[in-house]
């Protein structure tokens, strides 16, 4: 158990270049979470897929943020057209069905 | 709305209890987690409860949920150094458990020598 992976953990941008992360879950895990934070507030729901299957999407996520888990192993978050607003930690989580969450170390972006 | 409230910060000395309170809004929440998040760092599940439980305690963590009053607590034992964190306290609305969870704002726990 290799914990959950992102990549990178830290990227600066200028306003309007388009960004991916990636996220490598738990080995075996089905679930696989993306959640963002700001300075100074806990993490807000962003999406989660149940193996290849996006499930679920917040309002928060404008069409300018796209998610995929193509395999249902990995996943990637694009955002495109940053904001300065987009600034923040972009953190991944994984579970098995309904066992709780457990979280990467997040990607840090700062958009200039 | 769905709405997790917390204190901002908790200072304490070396050696004492620490105690972090939460309030959640959904009674319908089938779990409540704990977790810590150091500089730069994710966040570490600490613990956590299901909400047919009114106590649940692991080693130095003592968790206690009060479901009339949707207040759950952490109290932590002989609080050490490497306890100085941000602590948040989680719920999952409904009763599905989606891992869709409302995080509160976080507690600064801030231990001095």
């Known amino acids: 158990d290799t914990g959950v992976s992102q990549n990178p953990r830290h990227k600066i941008t200028k306003r309007g270049q388009n960004v991916t992360f990636r996220c490598d879950p738990i080995s075996e895990h089905n679930r696989l979470y993306w959640y963002r934070q700001t300075l100074g507030q806990g993490p807000e729901f962003l999406t989660y897929f149940q193996n290849e299957a996006q499930l679920e999407k917040s309002r928060l996520l404008s069409d300018r943020f796209s998610a995929e888990r193509p395999k249902g192993s990995f996943s990637t978050l694009e955002i495109q057209r940053t904001e300065q607003g987009d600034s923040a930690m972009y953190l991944c989580a994984s579970s098995v069905d309904n066992s709780p969450l457990h979280f990467g170390n997040g990607t840090r972006l700062t958009v200039t | 709305g769905e709405d997790v409230e917390q204190s901002l910060f908790l200072s304490v000395r070396e050696g004492d209890s620490s105690v972090i309170n939460c309030t959640y809004t959904?009674?319908?929440?089938?779990?409540l987690y704990w977790y810590k998040q150091e500089p730069g760092a994710g966040l570490q599940l600490l613990t956590y409860?299901?909400?047919?439980?009114d106590m649940k305690q692991d080693q130095r963590l003592t968790v206690l949920l009060n479901k009339k009053d949707k207040h759950l607590s952490l109290r932590i034992a002989d609080t050490q150094t490497g306890d100085s964190a941000i602590y948040f306290c989680?719920?999952?609305?409904?009763?599905?458990?989606?891992?869709?969870?409302?995080f509160g704002q976080g507690t600064t726990l801030q231990v001095k020598p």
């Open positions: 989680a719920e999952n609305p409904g009763s599905s458990n989606t891992g869709k969870l409302i």
């Open positions: 409860i299901f909400s047919n439980m």
């Open positions: 959904d009674s319908s929440s089938t779990y």
